[in-house]
């Protein structure tokens, strides 16, 4: 099945700095999805991405589908930012399904 | 919209104890999924619903059951709980099949199996 790896594995920023997460992933994809797991496990819902650039207020993803990887960008880090984040990519499975494949995350701490 | 519900937030079984797991979305979605997420990894597919009586096995369903008797809930039972089912387990949906489908998720079950 297909690959998805998440790097860094853990990343401790200062509150205010800027971060770079990025996802790479083994073969085609028909789309990706960014979440953020908060400290009590919810996971919310970040990006839905199969390529280009979205943003949303301090955060933005890249996906660029033809070289297998997406990119998240948190700028001016907040404690709120804390958690994990993931990605999950979207394949087709057979019989007209398809399902997501998570990597194992990139655990983000922000410091005060 | 509550958008997806899971009930209980927390469960301690004993080892051959059954249980269900209950998960409710009001978002008339076609599509409902179980997952498992075991400490420091991500999520893992075990089974999943394409619409009401229809369901199929995703990556790790073994030791689990599934129904789809209505659109809107998508129970997962555990017939005979064993300590490798110790895990986080998440309930999602999606609109439709297809690149055009973003999955939203419950807030989860912690399941303790001692």
């Known amino acids: 099945g297909i690959q998805v790896e998440q790097s860094p594995p853990d990343l401790i920023l200062q509150e205010g700095a800027n971060s770079t997460l990025r996802c790479n992933f083994s073969d085609s994809v028909n789309n990706l999805q960014w979440f953020h797991q908060n400290p009590w496990g919810q996971l919310i819902n970040l990006f839905y991405i199969p390529s280009g650039t979205k943003q949303n207020g301090r955060l933005s993803a890249t996906t660029v589908a033809t070289e297998r990887y997406s990119l998240l960008y948190i700028s001016s880090s907040q404690t709120t930012d804390s958690g994990v984040y993931f990605c999950?990519?979207?394949?087709?499975?057979?019989?007209?399904?398809?399902?997501?494949?998570f990597g194992k995350g990139t655990k983000l701490s922000v410091i005060p | 919209n509550a958008g997806v519900t899971q009930t209980p937030k927390f469960r301690i079984l004993k080892i051959g104890q059954s249980m269900t797991l209950q998960c409710a979305q009001d978002m008339n979605h076609n599509y409902m999924y179980w997952y498992r997420q075991d400490p420091g990894m991500g999520l893992k597919l075990i089974y999943y619903?394409?619409?009401?009586?229809?369901?199929d096995k995703g990556e790790v369903p073994n030791g689990y059951n599934v129904s789809r008797s209505t659109t809107e809930d998508f129970p997962l039972r555990l017939e005979l709980a064993a300590p490798s089912q110790t895990s986080v387990y998440f309930c999602?949906?999606?609109?439709?099949?297809?690149?055009?489908?973003?999955?939203?998720f419950g807030p989860g079950t912690r399941l303790t199996v001692t």
């Open positions: 999950a990519v979207l394949t087709y499975s057979g019989a007209g399904s398809y399902q997501l494949t």
């Open positions: 619903s394409v619409g009401a009586g229809i369901t």
């Open positions: 999602a949906s999606s609109r439709d099949r297809g690149r055009a489908y973003e999955q939203y």
